[in-house]
């Protein structure tokens, strides 16, 4: 599979090695200056690659999302922080035949959280005596806060509980990832918690859900994955 990497950050910089090893090539790793408002993003210039692999900034992705569905490429966006102009980008991509795969996460284990939140936070509704807090923490770089991750983590719980969870963020040091969800009572607690150890985790996601879009055409996210995946094992 040829990938071309839209940004040249430290996401792309892990992700390039790891594709290299699982025998894929790298056709491009485009950076802001030479891709001002999308212009960069044709099949030519980005070496007719199969897929795309975007991790950029927020004020560029949702240009570059729709740069991909003009040109007729599939496209993995992990950029977060844009995602108030996500209904508009997945109509928008619809209406191209395009295909999208988003999320603000890669990693299988925020996938499994994402489902035990949505569980707990379920059979907690309408129980008292509950208090519900999502702390997340990342490096200190990281420019959205919360992070995408939290948010996403947050519309769960409270689709769930069918109230607010405040979010807490920490920016600090060189931290990959850490979300926790505390549920606190009384005389009980219970944390759900993903931490992420190297952010070659999410670089690993990013390139399996490129290979997991080939032959697919649509908008998807980690849920279809894990879906197809349970489809599968129950075939």
Not at 19 to 24: L, M, S
Not at 29 to 56: Q, Y
């Amino acid at each position: 599979m040829k990938i071309a990497l839209i940004g040249d950050g430290k996401m792309a910089k892990a992700i390039a090695p790891l594709a290299t090893d699982r025998g894929h090539s790298i056709t491009v790793m485009l950076g802001a200056a030479d891709n001002r408002e999308g212009a960069g993003i044709t099949r030519e210039r980005l070496g007719s690659p199969d897929v795309a692999i975007e991790f950029t900034e927020p004020s560029a992705a949702a240009g570059n999302v729709l740069a991909c569905a003009r040109a007729g490429l599939p496209v993995v966006v992990g950029t977060t922080g844009w995602y108030d102009q996500l209904d508009r980008v997945i109509a928008e991509v619809g209406g191209l035949g395009g295909t999208m795969f988003w999320a603000p996460n890669f990693s299988v284990g925020v996938a499994v959280l994402s489902a035990a939140i949505e569980a707990a936070s379920a059979a907690l509704r309408g129980v008292p005596g509950f208090d519900i807090h999502l702390v997340e923490t990342h490096h200190a770089a990281k420019k959205d806060k919360p992070s995408g991750t939290a948010a996403s983590l947050a519309r769960i719980a409270e689709s769930g509980l069918g109230r607010e969870v405040p979010i807490t963020s920490v920016r600090t040091g060189h931290v990959p990832g850490t979300h926790e969800l505390v549920i606190d009572a009384a005389f009980e607690q219970l944390r759900l918690v993903h931490e992420a150890r190297d952010r070659r985790v999410f670089a690993d996601g990013a390139i399996s859900a490129a290979e997991w879009l080939q032959g697919r055409k649509g908008v998807f996210t980690m849920r279809d994955v894990l879906q197809h995946q349970e489809g599968e094992r129950n075939r």
